[in-house]
């Protein structure tokens, strides 16, 4: 073998074969084009969304590793996630999100495990138990439920808010300021360490924008204040506009000292679920 005979057979794409008529250099895609066949997939993992058709579902599934054009109807799309399935051998698909699935989805994806060979796994908070409990078929169908209790509280405190790495968060168990803070946090975002997590983020945006060193209570208040906005806008479809924005954010402490007040970091807690 020469050298570029050697050079082109350690090229990835490329084969050299030899014959009477001498040696031949081509690319797999030349020499294997009828045979080729996509990639196996072991698992698949797409988000849910609320108030989603369960056509929009099906849809979801299949273009998250297929290319086939859009459905026009329901059984359509129900016969396209099979052939996709089929053909990129998947085996697992996880759903997050996956108490946002009603009735009609849940049994659309039973309809799938009788199917095919993939397995669904689900993804949720606790009311996603009680989903599936009301379908009797398709609780019976499941073959492992694990449940993920919230961190108690005295971890939240001394392991997980210190260890957080963002702009401007510093936080240290012993000192009471950091502690009162923490749970005014916590008590905002329990159980979920997301929503805990998107909240310091939002705060830590904030701190930036005014130009201080680090998160404090106030600044985590006004970023749960924005969030709480954001959220009764997109439910009840109305326009918030928030004036004056820029002086907030440059320093005018009286509006975030009043909800610091009114909320009490001890007080009862009230954020029992991730919305």
Not at 136 to 148: D, I, K
Not at 176 to 190: A, I, N, P, V
Request: proline share 7%; with cysteine; net charge neutral.
């Amino acid at each position: 073998m020469t050298l570029f005979e050697r050079i082109c057979a350690t090229l990835p794409g490329y084969m050299c074969t030899k014959s009477e008529a001498g040696t031949q250099y081509l690319t797999l895609h030349e020499e294997e084009e009828q045979k080729w066949q996509p990639p196996d997939l072991t698992c698949v993992m797409l988000d849910s969304m609320p108030q989603a058709t369960t056509k929009w579902l099906l849809d979801s599934i299949t273009h998250r590793f297929s290319d086939m054009p859009r459905s026009r109807t329901s059984h359509e799309a129900f016969q396209q996630v099979l052939t996709a399935l089929e053909q990129r051998r998947v085996r697992l698909l996880m759903l997050d999100n996956a108490d946002y699935l009603g009735r009609q989805h849940l049994e659309v994806l039973q309809a799938l495990i009788g199917k095919s060979t993939c397995s669904v796994l689900l993804i949720g908070l606790p009311r996603l138990l009680t989903s599936i409990n009301m379908h009797p078929q398709l609780a019976a169908r499941v073959g492992l439920s694990l449940p993920f209790p919230p961190l108690p509280d005295e971890e939240v405190f001394a392991t997980f808010l210190p260890q957080l790495h963002l702009p401007g968060w510093a936080f240290d168990p012993q000192n009471e300021t950091d502690l009162q803070m923490g749970k005014y946090l916590w008590r905002k975002s329990c159980p979920s360490l997301r929503r805990l997590r998107v909240i310091l983020a939002s705060a830590s945006q904030i701190a930036q924008l005014r130009g201080t060193p680090t998160i404090t209570l106030e600044t985590i208040c006004l970023a749960v204040h924005m969030m709480a906005l954001q959220g009764l806008a997109e439910k009840s479809g109305c326009i918030v506009l928030l004036i004056g924005l820029p002086r907030l954010l440059a320093g005018s402490t009286m509006p975030f000292q009043v909800a610091a007040r009114v909320e009490d970091p001890s007080g009862p807690q009230s954020n029992k679920e991730d919305g």
